[in-house]
């Protein structure tokens, strides 16, 4: 029994894609690394259908759909298909990601959701959760630095699952300044002052003398005082992210060293103290850490995500196909997205979700990606073409394809729906399977 577990830890790094390695705590077992070993426990992980499963949730480390943020999605597993789906997507240092959404399901079936950063070329996870059953759920992770994040969705074996999901940022922090907004925000991190001897190490954030200025988190005051650029100044030390905040040109300091504040607390009233006599009224709010840091990302909010439309389930029944001369197949939902490869008109697709006015589809190659759902339409019907006696009817677009059956004499047959080469028919008898050119 040992010796499987090794061999299946074996197998689950064998498969991770050449995008980078993967890493996780194998000391903090999660539920997704619980139910595979449930499935070696059960003698069941060298079945073909848990093979299958594996791969599809190590293949998604090399999948192509990437999205910004915000963003929703509705979406559709079938009991039938191991599959897993992946969202990957930039994320900035400052910033916490948000993931909240729900699921469908058959009673006690779970749905696992893992969220990956890249980390030293390889993907790491950061955090985790489970849906069971019908579930509201919610997963959220800061992020210390700026990279790449993946979220992966999968549910068990032999499940069914409907989800809707919104993956939205958010900042780490609230506005210094109490009633600001992004539009408060002046001069940035990095322009040039004094002609170019020094450079802006903060935010000026403008509002009206005499606005609190308060906690943007929890922590205690490290220094009130003075100084020739600042005037009256307040240092904040926030122990939780080893970061000091500082917060200059106040027109009245209203703590003093030493003291907690939680997020909120009133620290002084805007003002124009320093060497900002000339300027309006404004907050300079800096981030130290080994170092001045860009506080914009931990104080900048970000547009919510819309709520996912929900998905007509009755389309994943069905194949579709590209019903255009040309169909652009992107990595995102959205024109703004690059293109993955341009699509002929007849293409099969296959819906596995929705996210606005965009399909996420696959291909019949598996691979995975977006396109305008005014591009696409069921493919039920087209014209005839001729099948050799002794053809096979292949369960896939690939000449290595298990065969559905044989065609047994010269047939006749209605094309559906095509992929490069090969030809989506349905036969008299109402079956439907590949034929190779």
């Not at 999948?63 to 599959?83: C, R």
């Not at 007509?312 to 990595?331: E, G, H, Q, S």
């Not at 341009?342 to 990606?369: C, F, H, M, N, P």
């Not at 591009?375 to 394809?401: M, N």
Request: charged content about 20%; hydrophobic content about 40%; overall charge positive.
């Amino acid at each position: 029994m040992r010796n499987g577990l090794f061999y299946l830890s074996i197998l689950i790094l064998l498969l991770a894609g050449c995008n980078g390695s993967i890493k996780q705590a194998f000391t903090r077992t999660t539920p997704y690394e619980e139910y595979i070993r449930s499935l070696e426990k059960a003698e069941l992980n060298n079945t073909p259908m848990a093979r299958a499963w594996i791969a599809a949730g190590q293949q998604v480390f090399n999948d192509s759909v990437i999205v910004n943020l915000p963003m929703s999605e509705a979406g559709y597993f079938s009991a039938g298909e191991p599959a897993a789906r992946a969202y990957r997507f930039e994320v900035r240092e400052g910033q916490v990601l948000t993931i909240t959404g729900k699921s469908e399901a058959e009673a006690n079936a779970r749905l696992f959701l893992d969220l990956y950063i890249m980390k030293n070329s390889e993907w790491q996870l950061a955090a985790h959760t489970v849906s069971v059953g019908d579930t509201i759920f919610q997963l959220s992770h800061e992020f210390r630095n700026d990279g790449r994040a993946l979220l992966r969705l999968q549910p068990e074996l032999l499940t069914r699952a409907y989800y809707t999901i919104s993956i939205s940022p958010s900042p780490a922090l609230v506005n210094p300044v109490s009633g600001a907004s992004n539009r408060s925000i002046g001069s940035l991190y990095g322009v040039d002052r004094d002609g170019g001897r020094r450079s802006h190490e903060g935010v000026d954030i403008f509002a009206p003398r005499g606005t609190p200025v308060i906690a943007p988190t929890n922590g205690y005051i490290s220094r009130v005082g003075t100084n020739n650029l600042g005037g009256k100044v307040v240092w904040m030390q926030d122990q939780a992210r080893g970061q000091v905040y500082y917060f200059a040109h106040l027109d009245s300091q209203l703590v003093q060293t030493g003291r907690k504040v939680v997020q909120g607390d009133t620290l002084g009233l805007v003002g124009n103290t320093g060497n900002a006599r000339t300027t309006p009224p404004h907050l300079h709010f800096g981030i130290y850490q080994r170092g001045s840091k860009d506080p914009i990302n931990y104080i900048r909010t970000m547009e919510i995500a819309a709520t996912a439309l929900p998905l007509d389930t009755a389309v994943m029944a069905k194949p579709f196909k590209v019903n255009t001369l040309k169909a652009n197949f992107r990595t995102g939902p959205g024109e703004k997205h690059p293109v993955l490869e341009g699509l002929t008109r007849d293409t099969y697709v296959e819906i596995l979700g929705q996210s606005g006015d965009w399909y996420r589809v696959r291909l019949a190659s598996q691979k995975q990606g977006y396109i305008s759902k005014k591009l696409i339409s069921p493919a039920t019907g087209g014209s005839a073409i001729e099948i050799s006696a002794r053809a096979p009817l292949l369960s896939a677009a690939k000449p290595d394809a298990v065969p559905i059956t044989y065609f047994k004499e010269p047939s006749s047959v209605e094309v559906l729906a095509q992929y490069q080469n090969f030809r989506l028919v349905r036969t008299g008898d109402g079956l439907v399977g590949w034929v190779a050119p």
